[in-house]
């Protein structure tokens, strides 16, 4: 199978003209005031998410990846552009969006169960309809079993089922990931790779993935966008042709490789200028 | 058995405890029988063991015990509310918190209970200067803790609770303050410690109340063994209140 790879020179390919996109990402900027000048983290990056579809944002560190993932979950305000969700502008945290962080999140004083009702909870839903919720987002990432158990009590991939559960128990019409796995061991990841698409396959959840990771990135997306070091632009925009569903055994096929490598040699140009720049600062910064 | 596997067990630990206890108090006894230590200094053991009847039923140590115990409970309840409360406050007023919070520190290491003096014209000679005394010498720890365990909320958890839309009120009651409650209660620990000390203290010195005024009243009748007997009273309370502080600490963070 011959991997797709679409360049990515227009700004009038960037927004899909598809009228079915559920959240558009328009000419998103952002700025901020370092010391050392203005830095642009964010530069016009614009893109749709169609319905149901696995879209996955790689870009090496400094490109701006958690901004963009700050600025689509309402938590970071002063940006220049407009989101929005089913035509809605988006300004602030909303409902229609829920987001899986990159650090441990769950909350160590409730147990399983009573983190994943946590927005149930919030929403005032009567206690035994929550439970039975929570109860099913809980088997939906595999935790059956666990649902009395404290997040001390569980694995580090373990916790992030819990938060991926009690962000899927929210509903939301976009599931938006900041590298949730990115803590984890390879085979971890790759397992619960696995898990994430057969959550998506059962849901049909549009999802958005902020990663810096190409194997999680062609395991798991429909497209992936790749994007520049600092400012953070989209470089180029890959569709991913593997068939559905897939598993982790995905990883060892012809198709899998060469997508990597395609997007490998996308980002190996602005990773190695990210690593010249950080040296560059380490050197500034510790003059001999 | 091994070693992981006794310091596992629920009998051994305590068992070790009372163990080391009843062996200190036997070498105390040989060691005073034996004239190494003074017993005008320290009373053999069981001269203080013996005199356990008599001071409950002489001296009513137990109505005394009740007192201070009494004393400890209403200061730690309002140690309670409102030490977490300034804490709470100086945690959200920025600059209420810049401008008080060394003094907060500062404050922990006053000697409060020499101020006995300006309680006792205040409250009069009455168990609310003594309460009064023990609350504000154990309040610097109480908010101290308070404000390092709301700070220490990490960002992720309130990143969480913003991305449900919650409102400030929410993401105070539902992840700040339980988040910081462990910390909380390492505050209110110490601050019962530091309440007990001056409580106690204070009865002592102003003689009035409940165990510190006996012990007064005991050393100063030169009655030793009475006054080890009535310190075991002191402790008793003091392993009172850390067991229902314990307790509850336990019922409010069951994940601990």
Redesign the interface.
Same mark, same amino acid.
Not at chain 2, 162 to 166: K, N, V
């Given at each position: 199978m011959a991997a797709i790879v679409q360049s990515f020179d227009s700004k009038a390919s960037a927004t899909p003209s598809s009228s079915d996109a559920i959240m558009r990402v328009e000419d998103i900027s952002m700025r901020f005031s370092t010391p050392d000048g203005v830095l642009t983290a964010v530069d016009d990056v614009s893109f749709a998410v169609r319905p149901g579809e696995f879209l996955s944002v790689i870009g090496p560190s400094g490109c701006g990846k958690s901004t963009l993932f700050n600025v689509i979950g309402g938590l970071l305000g002063g940006y220049e552009g407009r989101v929005s969700v089913a035509g809605e502008t988006i300004t602030g945290p909303h409902a229609s969006i829920g987001m899986v962080f990159q650090e441990e999140s769950t909350f160590p004083w409730r147990t399983v169960v009573d983190n994943v009702a946590f927005p149930l909870e919030l929403s005032g839903m009567a206690k035994a309809q929550r439970v039975e919720r929570a109860r099913h987002f809980i088997k939906l990432v595999g935790l059956d079993g666990f649902e009395n158990r404290y997040p001390s009590e569980l694995s580090g991939g373990m916790r992030q089922r819990v938060s991926m559960a009690r962000t899927l128990a929210f509903e939301p019409k976009i599931l938006l990931m900041d590298e949730p796995f990115a803590a984890l061991d390879e085979q971890t990841r790759l397992l619960l790779g696995d898990k994430v698409l057969q959550i998506q396959q059962q849901l049909k959840q549009t999802t958005l993935l902020i990663t810096h990771n190409i194997t999680e990135a062609v395991q798991l997306s429909d497209r992936i966008l790749v994007m520049t070091y600092r400012p953070g632009k989209i470089k180029r925009i890959v569709d991913i042709d593997l068939p559905r569903p897939r598993t982790s055994d995905i990883v060892s096929s012809e198709a899998f490789g060469r997508y990597v490598a395609q997007i490998w040699s996308d980002l190996r140009e602005e990773a190695s200028r990210g690593m010249s720049d950080d040296e560059k600062t380490r050197q500034g910064g510790h003059p001999r | 058995m091994k070693a992981d596997a006794m310091a596992r067990s629920r009998v051994i630990p305590p068992l070790i405890g009372f163990g080391s206890l009843a062996l200190s108090v036997l070498a105390f006894e040989v060691l005073i029988r034996l004239n190494v230590i003074s017993k005008f200094i320290v009373p053999p053991p069981s001269e203080i063991a013996m005199s356990f009847e008599r001071i409950i039923v002489e001296e009513h140590v137990l109505q005394r015990f009740v007192a201070t115990g009494s004393e400890v409970l209403t200061a730690a309840a309002m140690l309670t509310v409102v030490g977490v409360s300034i804490g709470v406050l100086l945690f959200q007023v920025d600059i209420l918190r810049r401008a008080t919070e060394t003094w907060v520190a500062a404050m922990a290491a006053a000697p409060i209970v020499l101020m006995y003096p300006l309680f006792l014209v205040i409250f009069g000679r009455s168990p609310w200067t003594i309460i009064m005394i023990g609350f504000v010498a154990a309040l610097p720890p109480v908010i101290l803790k308070t404000i390092e365990g709301l700070a220490g909320t990490?960002r992720?958890?309130i990143?969480?609770g913003?991305?449900? $839309?919650?409102s400030e009120s929410?993401l105070f009651w539902?992840?700040m303050l339980? $988040?910081a409650?462990p910390t909380i209660f390492v505050g209110l620990r110490l601050g019962l410690i530091f309440a007990l000390i001056n409580i106690v203290g204070v009865e002592f010195l102003i003689n009035f109340g409940g165990l510190g005024q006996l012990i007064n009243e005991l050393a100063e009748r030169y009655d030793l063994a009475g006054t080890y007997a009535a310190i075991c009273f002191v402790i008793l309370v003091s392993i009172i209140v850390f067991a229902l502080t314990e307790r509850i600490e336990r019922w409010l963070?069951?994940?601990n």
């Open positions: - | 990490r992720v958890l990143n969480v913003r991305s449900f $839309s919650m929410q539902k992840i339980p $988040s409650l963070t069951p994940a």
